[in-house]
């Protein structure tokens, strides 16, 4: 731990620590003790991310923050409500989508129907449910303006906290207790159910009180029985139970612990009289943490590790709200610096706060006796036994520092960027760059080869061999390109690699000779791996990871799904995980995933992201030198950033319990906006929705991916992460029924359903439905014969509607018509096989549309029907007088101008054939005869 400047502090420190340490020990009890336990890291080596109304939040200062089961984070403010998803906060005030008219939330509660309780302060109490807020009238016996806590009990009644007494809310009606039922003071500022079901709230004058479960659910309020705990205290600031079950209640008097019946004071939090507490919680991991008035957060712990009480995290600030959400985050609201997150990642980062000299880390390395060398661009310092110590060097303490190797005698080198090349050797440090060959350079790199020779790289003078103490210095004159060299490298082979930023470069006897891979020969090489295999693998600046087996090259860069193209060093784990440094943070990568590419049974490689959420300070990790990154014997990994040397354990995974999930946030349609529901169901026609998603996820928000479909109208998934917009657009939808679903990456790369699901039902038109349908069929014989009615109608009413064009008067029709059937008859023109309308209207000289319309009205028949029927009268005569005769001649001699159109004319007027007629007039012969 850094140490103070001024000695006299340090005496009142431990002095004040000695205190502490005896009051705890003395005075706590010893199943309370033990859960404040130690952690390997500081508060300051937390992941730590701050929001405030430059990212979005309404105002600065917190009042509540609470979780929905939808994973939502609900943050109350002193200028509204707002949502947070892990990436933006959704605002709600009188101009949101979701109109809520009030500022000030002191409360945010979410019951078993999955309903929003909001508390205000002077604007009353609301309720969001389906996409609405309501406010709560006085109608059903609530008036109070000023909510300040709620919760609700295993039987479904709501409680809260008011300005005016102790309110309950059941079976839809609200009841009040207050000071004339027996409470000291009518403004209930806390509320907490403890996991027997009891609850106990707090008043503004400190005092305490618990209502049994067992009286809880009277249905008369003023039959519940409370007892006040015994406390004298000023103002009660929270109340909450640790895993002990032991009720713990911060006051402005001191910290009360309640433990079976008994009650114990603390005083202003262990001694320390400065320290009043606003809010605390014991996390999943057994830490007590405390927000305090103007003094930070700070953290409760075991084994004497009292620093924290004084080193405590956002100093002097002053702490609302202290919460843990589903993900072991903790979330802290401010009195005016917004809103702060601290998480436990699987990174440790070692900044200045912790002892380095400088945050901005360029070299580490782990000596043989286990000594961690660490190089920064302001000095030197090494690490032993978990403390960071300085090196008392002059030239050391500030300078860039960009490599460190242990020599064969065991001696220490350190490399600088201008100051030359230092030796740590018997409790001295001897510059080697004075009075040699080697001179003053800026040194890039430090190699050992299986020979014991030191080879140096720098950025402006090639490369150095130092042997038998002497140094030669290879250049451009020795094949070896004019660029500064970031790594050195000796394969299985004994083959020497040099990687410099116009490419690679391979040693043998004296001469340097260029990669006659493309790839290699141009790109910037800043590490050299290789595997047991004998694979080779190299980091580029800006070809991403390029890997060599058995002479062939295969590429990995953001084509092939690696997270970025500038890689900067490569360790490689027990598993067989690669993990990089790189300029967006540091990633993982499977190397059977690089196999499986390469072989072509993959076509994208998966890469684990780590960033702020895990525990690094920054994403832009260092690199450039050699060594920069450092695997330590005991399998730990030590990375390089700007802002401190991040650590971890390569086996960490990220926490199970990580809570992430995908939801619809509301469906659009042509004139609606429409809110949570599992079903959905619009009248007939065609649609366009649009589904507007969202992404819950705190720690990795940006590249979280999801999939979606909508089954019913395309089968295939699509594909969307936090990088993008999440919308998904689907037009022309048509009668029928559709599901949406997604599906979420989760941490192990595999995709899982979500359980968020909408179904769409877009109803037919009445004669789409198969009722109607049914009916229809049943129906057929008569809408035929309707058809066929509509259909004559229709026929007749053009026939009149033509003939009404023809002026014809009455007395000349019934003239025309002496003369038609005159001239038919007499002259018998029905013979002419070639009669028409307009031979017989000549013949008559009467207009062509008068005959049509003559024999039509007058007769009642079609112009060919009136001939046929003289032509079948006339054949009926001759079969009758001459049976011997063939039908079909007298059929042509009547008119006919064929058999069938004969026959079909005879059956029409006659009801049968010629040849039925014939044989029945035999009959009907042979009958007279006899």
Same mark, same amino acid.
């Given at each position: 731990?850094?140490?103070?400047?001024?000695?006299?502090?340090?005496?009142?420190?431990?002095?004040?620590?000695?205190?502490?340490?005896?009051?705890?020990?003395?005075?706590?009890?010893?199943?309370?003790?033990?859960?404040?336990?130690?952690?390997?890291?500081?508060?300051?080596?937390?992941?730590?991310?701050?929001?405030?109304?430059?990212?979005?939040?309404?105002?600065?200062?917190?009042?509540?923050?609470?979780?929905?089961?939808?994973?939502?984070?609900?943050?109350?403010?002193?200028?509204?409500?707002?949502?947070?998803?892990?990436?933006?906060?959704?605002?709600?005030?009188?101009?949101?989508?979701?109109?809520?008219?009030?500022?000030?939330?002191?409360?945010?509660?979410?019951?078993?129907?999955?309903?929003?309780?909001?508390?205000?302060?002077?604007?009353?109490?609301?309720?969001?449910?389906?996409?609405?807020?309501?406010?709560?009238?006085?109608?059903?016996?609530?008036?109070?303006?000023?909510?300040?806590? %709620?919760? *609700? !009990?295993?039987? @479904? $009644?709501?409680?809260?906290? =008011? #300005?005016? /007494? &102790?309110?309950?809310? +059941?079976?839809?009606?609200?009841?009040?207790?207050?000071?004339?039922?027996?409470?000291?003071?009518?403004?209930?500022?806390?509320?907490?159910?403890?996991?027997?079901?009891?609850?106990?709230?707090?008043?503004?004058?400190?005092?305490?009180?618990?209502?049994?479960?067992?009286?809880?659910?009277?249905?008369?309020?003023?039959?519940?029985?409370?007892?006040?705990?015994?406390?004298?205290?000023?103002?009660?600031?929270? %109340?909450? *139970? !640790?895993?002990? @079950? $032991?009720?713990?209640?911060? =006051? #402005?008097? /001191? &910290?009360?612990?309640? +433990?079976?019946?008994?009650?114990?004071?603390?005083?202003?939090?262990?001694?320390?009289?400065?320290?009043?507490?606003?809010?605390?919680?014991?996390?999943?991991?057994?830490?007590?943490?405390?927000?305090?008035?103007?003094?930070?957060?700070?953290?409760?712990?075991?084994?004497?590790?009292?620093?924290?009480?004084?080193?405590?995290?956002?100093?002097?600030?002053?702490?609302?709200?202290?919460?843990?959400?589903?993900?072991?985050?903790?979330?802290?609201?401010?009195?005016?610096?917004?809103?702060?997150?601290?998480?436990?990642?699987?990174?440790?980062?070692?900044?200045?706060?912790?002892?380095?000299?400088?945050?901005?880390?360029?070299?580490?390395?782990?000596?043989?006796?286990?000594?961690?060398?660490?190089?920064?661009?302001?000095?030197?310092?090494?690490?032993?036994?978990?403390?960071?110590?300085?090196?008392?060097?002059?030239?050391?303490?500030?300078?860039?520092?960009?490599?460190?190797?242990?020599?064969?005698?065991?001696?220490?080198?350190?490399?600088?960027?201008?100051?030359?090349?230092?030796?740590?050797?018997?409790?001295?440090?001897?510059?080697?760059?004075?009075?040699?060959?080697?001179?003053?350079?800026?040194?890039?790199?430090?190699?050992?080869?299986?020979?014991?020779?030191?080879?140096?790289?720098?950025?402006?003078?090639?490369?150095?061999?130092?042997?038998?103490?002497?140094?030669?210095?290879?250049?451009?004159?020795?094949?070896?390109?004019?660029?500064?060299?970031?790594?050195?490298?000796?394969?299985?082979?004994?083959?020497?690699?040099?990687?410099?930023?116009?490419?690679?470069?391979?040693?043998?006897?004296?001469?340097?000779?260029?990669?006659?891979?493309?790839?290699?020969?141009?790109?910037?090489?800043?590490?050299?791996?290789?595997?047991?295999?004998?694979?080779?693998?190299?980091?580029?600046?800006?070809?991403?990871?390029?890997?060599?087996?058995?002479?062939?090259?295969?590429?990995?860069?953001?084509?092939?799904?690696?997270?970025?193209?500038?890689?900067?060093?490569?360790?490689?784990?027990?598993?067989?995980?690669?993990?990089?440094?790189?300029?967006?943070?540091?990633?993982?990568?499977?190397?059977?995933?690089?196999?499986?590419?390469?072989?072509?049974?993959?076509?994208?490689?998966?890469?684990?992201?780590?960033?702020?959420?895990?525990?690094?300070?920054?994403?832009?990790?260092?690199?450039?030198?050699?060594?920069?990154?450092?695997?330590?014997?005991?399998?730990?990994?030590?990375?390089?950033?700007?802002?401190?040397?991040?650590?971890?354990?390569?086996?960490?995974?990220?926490?199970?319990?990580?809570?992430?999930?995908?939801?619809?946030?509301?469906?659009?349609?042509?004139?609606?906006?429409?809110?949570?529901?599992?079903?959905?169901?619009?009248?007939?026609?065609?649609?366009?929705?649009?589904?507007?998603?969202?992404?819950?996820?705190?720690?990795?928000?940006?590249?979280?991916?999801?999939?979606?479909?909508?089954?019913?109208?395309?089968?295939?998934?699509?594909?969307?992460?936090?990088?993008?917009?999440?919308?998904?657009?689907?037009?022309?939808?048509?009668?029928?029924?559709?599901?949406?679903?997604?599906?979420?990456?989760?941490?192990?790369?595999?995709?899982?359903?979500?359980?968020?699901?909408?179904?769409?039902?877009?109803?037919?038109?009445?004669?789409?439905?198969?009722?109607?349908?049914?009916?229809?069929?049943?129906?057929?014989?008569?809408?035929?014969?309707?058809?066929?009615?509509?259909?004559?109608?229709?026929?007749?009413?053009?026939?009149?509607?033509?003939?009404?064009?023809?002026?014809?008067?009455?007395?000349?029709?019934?003239?025309?018509?002496?003369?038609?059937?005159?001239?038919?008859?007499?002259?018998?023109?029905?013979?002419?096989?070639?009669?028409?309308?307009?031979?017989?209207?000549?013949?008559?000289?009467?207009?062509?549309?008068?005959?049509?319309?003559?024999?039509?009205?007058?007769?009642?028949?079609?112009?060919?029907?009136?001939?046929?029927?003289?032509?079948?009268?006339?054949?009926?005569?001759?079969?009758?007088?001459?049976?011997?005769?063939?039908?079909?001649?007298?059929?042509?001699?009547?008119?006919?101008?064929?058999?069938?159109?004969?026959?079909?004319?005879?059956?029409?007027?006659?009801?049968?054939?010629?040849?039925?007629?014939?044989?029945?007039?035999?009959?009907?012969?042979?009958?007279?005869?006899?």
């Amino acid at each position: 731990m850094k140490g103070s400047a001024d000695p006299n502090q340090d005496k009142k420190r431990l002095f004040k620590l000695a205190i502490i340490a005896f009051i705890i020990i003395v005075f706590l009890p010893a199943s309370h003790f033990a859960h404040f336990l130690n952690s390997p890291k500081s508060i300051s080596q937390f992941a730590h991310l701050q929001w405030t109304t430059q990212n979005g939040l309404p105002h600065n200062t917190i009042q509540s923050i609470y979780q929905t089961r939808d994973g939502y984070l609900w943050i109350g403010t002193e200028a509204g409500l707002v949502r947070f998803n892990g990436k933006s906060f959704s605002t709600f005030d009188q101009t949101s989508l979701i109109h809520l008219p009030v500022s000030e939330i002191m409360a945010i509660y979410e019951d078993h129907d999955r309903n929003l309780w909001l508390g205000t302060f002077g604007e009353g109490l609301y309720i969001y449910k389906k996409g609405l807020f309501t406010q709560i009238s006085k109608d059903k016996g609530f008036h109070s303006q000023s909510i300040f806590d %709620i919760r *609700e !009990d295993d039987q @479904g $009644n709501i409680w809260m906290g =008011t #300005g005016d /007494g &102790l309110v309950r809310y +059941k079976n839809d009606r609200f009841d009040y207790l207050t000071t004339e039922n027996g409470l000291s003071n009518n403004t209930i500022i806390e509320l907490y159910k403890d996991r027997n079901d009891n609850i106990w709230f707090g008043s503004l004058d400190g005092s305490v009180f618990k209502i049994e479960k067992e009286t809880a659910d009277y249905d008369d309020i003023h039959d519940v029985m409370f007892q006040k705990a015994p406390i004298e205290a000023f103002y009660v600031e929270d %109340i909450f *139970e !640790d895993k002990d @079950g $032991n009720i713990l209640v911060p =006051t #402005g008097s /001191g &910290l009360f612990f309640f +433990k079976e019946g008994n009650t114990q004071r603390y005083g202003k939090i262990s001694g320390i009289s400065d320290f009043r507490i606003l809010s605390m919680i014991q996390s999943q991991s057994g830490h007590f943490w405390a927000g305090t008035s103007g003094n930070g957060l700070i953290r409760l712990n075991q084994n004497h590790s009292y620093d924290e009480f004084s080193d405590r995290f956002l100093n002097n600030e002053v702490i609302t709200v202290v919460f843990e959400d589903k993900n072991e985050n903790i979330w802290i609201g401010t009195r005016g610096s917004g809103l702060h997150k601290l998480y436990d990642g699987c990174f440790s980062t070692f900044t200045v706060k912790e002892g380095l000299i400088n945050n901005y880390i360029r070299s580490i390395f782990e000596d043989s006796k286990g000594r961690l060398w660490i190089g920064t661009n302001r000095g030197l310092n090494y690490m032993l036994h978990g403390r960071v110590l300085h090196v008392n060097h002059q030239i050391l303490k500030s300078s860039n520092i960009m490599a460190l190797l242990e020599y064969i005698d065991g001696s220490i080198l350190a490399a600088t960027s201008s100051q030359g090349l230092f030796r740590y050797f018997q409790d001295r440090w001897i510059n080697l760059s004075e009075n040699s060959e080697l001179g003053y350079h800026f040194f890039t790199s430090l190699f050992l080869d299986s020979h014991g020779v030191l080879w140096i790289g720098t950025a402006d003078n090639g490369l150095y061999k130092y042997e038998n103490d002497s140094f030669q210095n290879y250049t451009k004159n020795s094949g070896l390109g004019g660029g500064s060299i970031h790594c050195i490298f000796e394969d299985h082979d004994h083959t020497l690699w040099v990687g410099t930023i116009e490419g690679l470069y391979s040693h043998d006897k004296g001469m340097f000779s260029p990669s006659p891979h493309d790839a290699l020969s141009t790109s910037s090489i800043y590490y050299i791996h290789q595997d047991a295999q004998k694979r080779m693998y190299f980091a580029t600046l800006d070809s991403g990871l390029i890997m060599l087996k058995s002479d062939k090259l295969t590429s990995f860069t953001t084509a092939e799904g690696l997270y970025t193209n500038a890689v900067y060093s490569i360790l490689e784990d027990p598993a067989g995980n690669f993990w990089m440094a790189c300029d967006k943070g540091i990633i993982s990568v499977s190397k059977n995933d690089l196999l499986d590419y390469e072989k072509g049974l993959i076509h994208q490689i998966q890469c684990r992201i780590f960033n702020e959420n895990d525990g690094l300070k920054t994403r832009e990790a260092g690199g450039g030198t050699q060594p920069s990154s450092c695997k330590a014997q005991d399998g730990q990994f030590f990375f390089p950033t700007v802002k401190g040397m991040a650590v971890i354990n390569p086996g960490c995974e990220r926490k199970s319990s990580q809570f992430q999930n995908v939801l619809i946030k509301y469906i659009k349609t042509k004139n609606d906006i429409l809110f949570s529901a599992k079903e959905f169901v619009f009248p007939p026609g065609k649609r366009n929705i649009t589904f507007y998603l969202d992404i819950i996820d705190f720690s990795h928000y940006q590249d979280t991916k999801i999939r979606y479909r909508l089954n019913g109208y395309k089968e295939e998934w699509s594909e969307l992460s936090g990088k993008t917009d999440m919308v998904a657009q689907y037009e022309g939808l048509k009668k029928g029924q559709y599901e949406f679903e997604m599906m979420l990456l989760n941490n192990q790369y595999q995709w899982i359903p979500a359980p968020t699901r909408m179904k769409i039902q877009i109803e037919p038109y009445f004669y789409q439905k198969k009722e109607f349908l049914i009916l229809l069929i049943l129906m057929q014989p008569f809408l035929i014969l309707l058809i066929l009615k509509i259909a004559a109608k229709r026929k007749e009413r053009l026939k009149l509607k033509r003939y009404k064009s023809a002026k014809l008067e009455k007395n000349k029709a019934d003239e025309y018509l002496d003369k038609i059937v005159s001239l038919i008859e007499k002259e018998k023109m029905y013979r002419d096989t070639h009669l028409t309308i307009s031979k017989l209207a000549k013949r008559a000289s009467i207009q062509n549309a008068y005959i049509s319309q003559i024999i039509n009205i007058k007769l009642n028949k079609t112009f060919y029907d009136f001939i046929n029927s003289y032509r079948v009268e006339e054949a009926k005569q001759i079969i009758k007088e001459k049976s011997y005769l063939k039908i079909q001649a007298i059929g042509y001699d009547v008119g006919f101008n064929s058999k069938s159109s004969f026959y079909k004319a005879f059956n029409k007027f006659v009801g049968m054939t010629p040849a039925e007629y014939r044989d029945g007039s035999k009959d009907d012969t042979t009958e007279d005869s006899s």
